[in-house]
């Protein structure tokens, strides 16, 4: 271990153009400091933490949970070295082997193998830098080296000379420092500099200077690692990245999606063999598939667990539900929290369902709502049935028993109880219990009116 890590998040992001705190907008579902909290959250260390500036408190606020994370206040936004200078209070800098990982809040996707590997080559006596070589560098910190390959310094592109501006490998601004000397240089910074900023990236130059530190660097392929987020554009292009990455890790795990390119994931998804993703398909919280599950096109499924074999047709929206194995939704069903479909059900298309449990083999094939209702098996909802479970001020129970037919049109006002075997004719608008094993026909009786004219038009 030995290891502290602090993440600098107190810059605005003016380019954001927005008035959440930069580190708070989302990528695949969980804020950029999020995606970096929880990558340095996997490597060992003894403390992490996070320095803040401009949106401190709605940060703070976000994380709460987290009891484990140490926050330092930037007041004001003097630069990357004033704000590492933060945290230094709270690092025990008396352990002779104590590392400083220094990472930013906004750049999301470094990966947690990237960073391992470069705190492992790092020790009390060497600072070691992640470094990319790139085409373009313009507005990066530029790797110094001398004719021996040796690491000198960074130069920010603002203070740098015309031949340093055309150094192609840059600083990503991940690095990993000796505790107990980048306290003693943090102290001897400067801002003479053209930004008058306290730069951490001075330190380098110090560290070169130093007899007894050595300078490494690990250099990275991977420029979507290192990437920052500046603007509303870098952030879809890193979302985007990040959705192809699911994408990958799906397809490796031998799920057949149709076009790894448009699939999007905001949270964690869990796959059994041979599922099958149409296009469009949203998922969010947590979810998982079973073995054989085939969702259409367009489908939104949240915080849902769905069983094998089971087919979700296209445009369905699953929210906070269960659906049991061989079951079938949709086309264009919402399925509302707390919904338990059993073994081959069927929810067909314009159903909508809430806080419902639905037997067996049950079925509502089309245009009905069931809410806050037991069913029990085989049962069949008639097109057009509506549960009414609110009487204006407080919600009611239905409670359906086995081989339960409900005829299109109809009305069922809860509380109320249908018993197995009964049969409820079409039109019907049911406002008391029904025994097991009748028909309940509850409507107006019809009248056929001879030779009735239709009125003319005056
Ligand atoms: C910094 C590096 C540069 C590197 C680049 C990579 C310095 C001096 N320069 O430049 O070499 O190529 O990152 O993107 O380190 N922050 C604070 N407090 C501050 C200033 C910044 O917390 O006072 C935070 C920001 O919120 C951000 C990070 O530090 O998360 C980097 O700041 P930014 O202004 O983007 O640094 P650059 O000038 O781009
Ligand atoms: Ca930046």
């Known amino acids: 271990m030995n290891l502290d890590i602090v993440i600098l998040a107190a810059g605005r992001g003016t380019r954001m153009n927005s008035n959440i705190p930069k580190v708070l907008h989302q ?14 959250s996997a490597l060992e260390s003894e403390q992490i933490h996070i320095v803040v500036g401009y949106g401190a408190e709605q940060i703070k606020s976000e994380f709460s949970s987290q009891n484990e994370l140490r926050w330092a206040l ?15 209070s709270s690092i025990d800098i008396t352990k002779p082997e104590k590392r400083v990982l220094v990472l930013y809040g906004d750049v999301p996707l470094t990966k947690f193998s990237t960073l391992s590997k470069l705190v492992q080559q790092a020790s009390a006596s060497t600072l070691c830098l992640l470094t990319l070589v790139t085409e373009n560098p313009t507005g990066l910190g530029r790797i110094v080296r001398n004719n021996a390959g040796e690491i000198t310094a960074i ?23 000796p505790a107990k000397k980048l306290n003693t240089w ?18 380098v130059a110090m560290a070169a200077a130093d007899d007894y530190c050595t300078i490494s660097a690990m250099v990275i392929d991977d420029e979507n690692e290192v990437q920052g987020v500046n603007d509303k554009a870098q952030l879809a292009g890193l979302e985007r990245q ?17 076009d790894p390119s448009r699939i ?18 949203l998922f969010q919280g947590r979810v998982s598939l079973g073995n054989g599950v085939k969702i259409g096109a367009n489908v939104v499924i949240k915080d849902s ?20 194995e061989g079951a079938s939704v949709g086309p264009y069903a919402r ?29 509502a094939s089309h245009l009905a709502y069931i809410g806050d209702a037991e069913l029990g098996e085989n049962v069949n909802i008639g097109a057009g049935t509506i549960f009414c479970n609110y009487d204006g001020v407080n919600k009611h129970k239905t409670i359906i028993g086995d081989n339960v037919f409900v005829g299109s049109n109809s009305v069922l006002v809860a509380p109320v109880t249908l018993a197995d075997n009964t049969f409820v004719a079409a039109g019907s608008s049911i406002n008391s219990d029904v025994p097991a094993d009748s028909l309940a026909v509850a409507r107006a009786k019809q009248r056929n009116i001879s030779g009735w004219k239709r009125p003319t038009k005056k």
């Open 27 to 40: 990528i695949g579902g969980d804020s950029l400091l999020g995606h970096v909290i929880g990558t340095a």
């Open 74 to 88: 930037q007041e004001q936004q003097l630069g990357t070295g004033h704000a590492v200078m933060q945290a230094m």
């Open 155 to 177: 130069v920010e592109e603002k203070d740098a000379s015309e031949a340093q501006k055309q150094i192609k490998e840059i600083n990503t601004g991940i690095m990993v420092i």
């Open 186 to 203: 943090l102290n001897c910074l400067g801002n003479n500099n053209a930004q008058g900023e306290y730069y951490l990236t001075d330190v």
């Open 242 to 258: 990040f959705q192809m990455n699911k994408a990958e890790q799906l397809l490796k795990a031998g799920v057949l999606l149709r």
């Open 264 to 281: 999007d994931i905001r949270g964690e998804i869990e796959t059994g063999s041979d599922v099958e993703i149409d296009i469009n398909a």
């Open 305 to 324: 667990k769905i069983a094998a074999n089971v087919n979700i047709l296209h445009g369905s929206t699953i929210d906070g539900a269960e659906i049991g």
């Open 335 to 363: 399925i509302r929290p707390g919904t338990i479909l059993k073994e081959n059900t069927k929810i067909g298309n314009f159903v909508e369902t809430k806080n419902a449990i639905i037997g067996k083999g049950s079925k």
